[in-house]
C-alpha cells in the first residue's frame, strides 16, 4: 500500500496504465501520461534548486498542471502549499510570505494581480508560469513559462529520500484571531485520510469522481488522492453556474460528488436529468450541516444515490460520517468516527462526559495534524495531550481539541451544538471576523465594527457587519462594499452592514459578539 503522496499515483500505474487518471474540459490524461508529466516537472523543480522540505505554492484553479504540481512538488521532496483561487493578492502575499515560499505556480492572469505585491516576498526566487510565453515585467523574481521550466529537468540530481512523517502540505485554514493559519500535514494524514473515505464510501477503479471544490480545501483536495489511491478517474470542474455541475454530472457519467451545503442548496432547485440517478452511485457533505429540506430535495431527486453527512477539521481532515441508513432516524447527528479514527467528547477537565452531555470533541489519530506554520502559541492551544493518553507510555499523544461543542448518545453517534470560538462557517469556509474587520477599519470609514455569522439556510451562516460611524453623513455603504471587494474574497463580503449608534461592549469594554448575536438572529 502507498505510505507517501506521490505513491498515490505510482501505486497504480502498474497496472492501469491506460485507465483515464484527470479530465479537464477535453483534455483527458491516462495515467501513465500523468506519471510522465509527474516524473518531468518533479526533475524540473529540483533543477530549480528547490531543497527538501521547501515550500512550493500552487496558485491556479482546478486543472491539469494543478493536480501535476501537487504530486511533483511531493516527489520532489517539496511541501506544497495550494493557494485558494479566489484569494486576493494581499492574502496571496500573506501566504507566501508566512511559510516561506520559494517557488510559486500561477497563470499570467494571476500573476498580474500580484505585481504589487511581489517586491515584499523575499523568499519567493522563481515564478513558473503555465503558459509559454512570460511577460517582460520588472520583478526581483525570476519568471519561467512552461516549457522553458521542463527544459530545466535535473538529470544528475536524484529525488530525495522522504518518508512518511515528513511534510506534505500547508493547508491555510482563517484562524479566529485575524490572519489564516497554516495547518501542517504529513504525508501520512493525507494518504490516511485517503484511505479511511475510500473505506466507507468503497470508491473503486470503476468510479468517476466530480471535484468541484478548491484543493486549498482538504475536503476537496481528498476528492483528488481518493482518485488516485483506487486507479479511478478523477473530473476537475470550475463551474460558474451549479447548473454547470448537473451538466457535467450527466454528461461525464459521475459516480461520486461532493459539495458543501452552499451548493447543495442552489443543486436542490434545479431540475436534474433522470440519467443522473443511473450512475451517481454516492453523494458527500461536508463544510456545515445540510439542512434537512435540502437533503430531501436532493434526495428525492437522486433516489438510488446514498448521502453521506460528514464532518471534519483542517487540523485532523475528517473526525465523523454519518452512513445512508441512518439518514431518517438520526437526521441531526453527524455520525461516528470514520475509520482509523477515535472521537471523545471531554469536560474542561479532560475526563469523558456522560452520554448526552455536551463537551469538547477530541480527534485522535493519525489523521492528527503536525500543528500550525510558525505558530507554537496556537499550535499548544490546538494539539493537546489526548484525554485518555496511557501514563505507563514514554512519549505523550497528541489529539486535536476541535473547539467544537458536541454530544454523544448512547450508540456513540455524535451530534454537534456549536463552536467555542468566534469563527464563522459560511459556504464551507471557516471565516474569521477579525480578518473581516480589519479591512472594513482600513477604509477609514468607521469607527467600530464587528463581523458575526447568522443563520442562512443555504450558507450556513451569513457574513453580517455592525458598524458605528465616527462622521454619519459622510458614510457611503456602497464604497464600504467596494473596498471589502477589493481586498475580500467572494465569501468573505458581508451579506448584510448594519449601522448603530454604539456597539455593545462587555465588562473588558470589548465588543459583546454574545450581545449582537441575540440582538441578530437574522438579517432578512
Not at 504530486?71 to 500573506?94: D, E, H, M
Request: aromatic share 6%; hydrophobic share 40%.
Amino acid at each position: 500500500m502507498p505510505s507517501l503522496l506521490h505513491h498515490l499515483l505510482f501505486k497504480p500505474v502498474q497496472q492501469i496504465t491506460d485507465r483515464p487518471a484527470i479530465i479537464h474540459k477535453k483534455m483527458t490524461w491516462s495515467y501513465s501520461q500523468l506519471a510522465k508529466r509527474v516524473q518531468q516537472q518533479a526533475a524540473a523543480l529540483l533543477g530549480n534548486q528547490l531543497k527538501p522540505q521547501q515550500r512550493v505554492a500552487v496558485f491556479l484553479p482546478k486543472q491539469l498542471e494543478t493536480v501535476s504540481s501537487i504530486l511533483a512538488i511531493s516527489l520532489a521532496g517539496g511541501v506544497f502549499v495550494p493557494i485558494n483561487p479566489v484569494l486576493k493578492a494581499t492574502q496571496v502575499t500573506y501566504i507566501l510570505n508566512d511559510c516561506n515560499v520559494s517557488i510559486l505556480i500561477t497563470s499570467n492572469n494571476r500573476l498580474q494581480s500580484l505585481l504589487p505585491v511581489l517586491a515584499n516576498c523575499p523568499d519567493l526566487h522563481t515564478i513558473v508560469l503555465v503558459e509559454n510565453e512570460p511577460p517582460t515585467v520588472n520583478i526581483p523574481q525570476t519568471i519561467l513559462g512552461w516549457t522553458d521550466f521542463l527544459q530545466q529537468a535535473s538529470k544528475q540530481q536524484p529525488t530525495p529520500n522522504i518518508i512518511d512523517t515528513d511534510m506534505a502540505a500547508i493547508l491555510y485554514t482563517s484562524g479566529s484571531t485575524g490572519k489564516p493559519k497554516g495547518v501542517v500535514l504529513s504525508h501520512r494524514n493525507l494518504v490516511t485520510g485517503a484511505k479511511s473515505v475510500s473505506e466507507y464510501l468503497h470508491i473503486t477503479e470503476a468510479d468517476r469522481l466530480l471535484a468541484v471544490l478548491p484543493f486549498s480545501f482538504d475536503y476537496g483536495l481528498n476528492q483528488l488522492l481518493t482518485t488516485l489511491l483506487n486507479g479511478a478517474c478523477c473530473v476537475l470542474l470550475e463551474y460558474l453556474l451549479p447548473r454547470d455541475v448537473l451538466i457535467a454530472l450527466e454528461l461525464q457519467k459521475i459516480t461520486g460528488l461532493a459539495c458543501v451545503p452552499s451548493l447543495w442548496a442552489q443543486l436542490a432547485k434545479l431540475e436534474w436529468s433522470a440519467s443522473i440517478n443511473e450512475h451517481l452511485r454516492y453523494l458527500t457533505n461536508s463544510g456545515g450541516k445540510m439542512p434537512q429540506s435540502v437533503l430531501a430535495a436532493i434526495r428525492q431527486r437522486v433516489p438510488n444515490g446514498r448521502f453521506f453527512l460528514m464532518y471534519g477539521l483542517t487540523e485532523a481532515f475528517r473526525s465523523t460520517y454519518l452512513p445512508p441508513e441512518q439518514l431518517d432516524t438520526r437526521p441531526d447527528s453527524i455520525g461516528k468516527a470514520i475509520p482509523n479514527t477515535d472521537i471523545l467528547v471531554v469536560r474542561e477537565d479532560g475526563s469523558l462526559c456522560a452520554a448526552h452531555e455536551a463537551g469538547e470533541l477530541v480527534h485522535r489519530g493519525s489523521l492528527v495534524a503536525m500543528g500550525y506554520w510558525n505558530d507554537p502559541i496556537k499550535t499548544a492551544e490546538r494539539f493537546k495531550p489526548a484525554p485518555n493518553h496511557n501514563p505507563a507510555l514514554p512519549l505523550t499523544e497528541i489529539a486535536v481539541w476541535s473547539g467544537d461543542t458536541v454530544t454523544m448518545d448512547e450508540d456513540g453517534y455524535l451530534y454537534f451544538v456549536g463552536r467555542k470560538d468566534d469563527m464563522i462557517k459560511t459556504s464551507g469556509y471557516r471565516v474569521s471576523p477579525t480578518e473581516i474587520e480589519e479591512v472594513i477599519y482600513s477604509s477609514g470609514l468607521v469607527k467600530e465594527a464587528a463581523a458575526i455569522g447568522v443563520a442562512h439556510d443555504s450558507l450556513g451562516q451569513a457574513v453580517l457587519v455592525v458598524i458605528s460611524l465616527q462622521q454619519p453623513d459622510d458614510y457611503d455603504e456602497t464604497l464600504l462594499i467596494k473596498h471589502c471587494k477589493t481586498y475580500l474574497p467572494n465569501f468573505m463580503i458581508p451579506a448584510k452592514i448594519v449601522v448603530l449608534n454604539s456597539l455593545p461592549k462587555n465588562p473588558n469594554g470589548k465588543i459583546d459578539r454574545n450581545a449582537l448575536a441575540q440582538q441578530f438572529t437574522t438579517i432578512f
